[in-house]
């Protein structure tokens, strides 16, 4: 933090007047400001074998004598712009990865196993809050999952207001949607140097699409409608 600012972070307590010498993430905007710093220090490798979601930075490398030349770089940028990282925090040369719930292998992108755990053993949502953590917690997942608008229609019809009521239908749409969880499909790394064939459809409550390059999967899409966007539909 700028010697300036580091007044506007005082805090007292029991035990004193305290003021942050670095900047927290707890104050508004800090995160933002925090992606954007770091956005811009590795801007040159972003994509190419550097990805950064805050804190957290993945780079990946096609060989072993790559990744040196990469973790050269990669160490060098914080020591030049005086930021600083964790050792016991860090691993370096792994065949396999654990990044932001993904699992990371040279086969493709997988869900966290202790992620989809959690799903299995979620229990019958009591209120909309919970329905909504639990549809929070699938929806990040939501590329794993083909028809997932199709399969979770009626859970979400449960967040109108005044609508939430469990029955049969959504008992079953509640028991598929953990079951299509816990048997998605491994999805591939995208190789931009192939061709892609991008399958789509649609209908008139939503439209969906799959991306795929010799028979990998590197995604998968979807998107309901809202009400403007069914208007705007028939105009």
Same mark, same amino acid.
């Given at each position: 933090?700028?010697?300036?600012?580091?007044?506007?972070?005082?805090?007292?307590?029991?035990?004193?007047?305290?003021? %942050?010498?670095?900047?927290?993430?707890?104050?508004?905007?800090?995160?933002?400001?925090?992606?954007?710093?770091?956005?811009?220090?590795?801007?040159?490798?972003?994509?190419?074998?550097?990805?950064?979601?805050?804190?957290?930075?993945?780079?990946?490398?096609?060989?072993?004598?790559?990744?040196? #030349?990469?973790?050269?770089?990669?160490?060098?940028?914080?020591?030049?712009? #005086?930021? %600083?990282?964790?050792?016991?925090?860090?691993?370096? &040369?792994?065949?396999?990865?654990?990044?932001?719930?993904?699992?990371?292998?040279?086969?493709?992108?997988?869900?966290?196993?202790?992620?989809?755990?959690?799903?299995?053993?979620?229990?019958?949502?009591?209120?909309?809050?919970?329905?909504?953590?639990?549809?929070?917690?699938?929806?990040?997942?939501?590329?794993?999952?083909?028809?997932?608008?199709?399969?979770?229609?009626?859970?979400?019809?449960?967040?109108?207001?005044?609508?939430? #009521?469990?029955?049969?239908?959504?008992? $079953?749409?509640?028991?598929?949607?953990?079951?299509?969880?816990?048997?998605?499909?491994?999805?591939?790394?995208?190789?931009?140097?192939?061709?892609?064939?991008?399958?789509?459809?649609?209908?008139? $409550?939503?439209? &969906? &699409?799959?991306?795929?390059?010799?028979?990998?999967?590197?995604?998968?899409?979807?998107?309901?409608? &809202?009400?403007?966007?069914?208007?705007?539909?028939?105009?």
């Amino acid at each position: 933090m700028g010697e300036e600012d580091v007044y506007k972070t005082a805090f007292r307590t029991h035990l004193g007047h305290y003021e %942050f010498k670095v900047m927290p993430f707890c104050l508004t905007n800090a995160p933002t400001t925090f992606q954007s710093l770091m956005n811009n220090v590795f801007r040159d490798y972003l994509r190419k074998f550097v990805l950064i979601f805050f804190d957290d930075i993945l780079f990946y490398s096609a060989s072993l004598n790559e990744h040196k #030349q990469h973790l050269e770089r990669v160490l060098e940028i914080p020591r030049e712009e #005086q930021l %600083f990282a964790r050792l016991s925090k860090c691993s370096f &040369g792994q065949s396999k990865v654990e990044y932001l719930g993904h699992i990371i292998t040279w086969e493709g992108v997988a869900k966290d196993p202790s992620k989809i755990e959690a799903m299995i053993n979620w229990p019958i949502s009591k209120s909309i809050k919970a329905l909504r953590e639990f549809l929070g917690l699938t929806g990040y997942y939501i590329r794993f999952i083909q028809s997932y608008g199709i399969i979770n229609r009626s859970l979400t019809s449960l967040l109108k207001k005044n609508a939430f #009521q469990w029955s049969a239908e959504t008992n $079953t749409a509640f028991l598929a949607l953990k079951q299509a969880m816990s048997t998605a499909p491994i999805l591939a790394l995208s190789d931009f140097t192939k061709t892609f064939i991008v399958e789509t459809d649609a209908c008139s $409550t939503r439209i &969906g &699409g799959c991306a795929n390059a010799r028979r990998q999967t590197p995604c998968i899409l979807h998107q309901g409608f &809202g009400t403007l966007t069914h208007g705007l539909i028939y105009l």
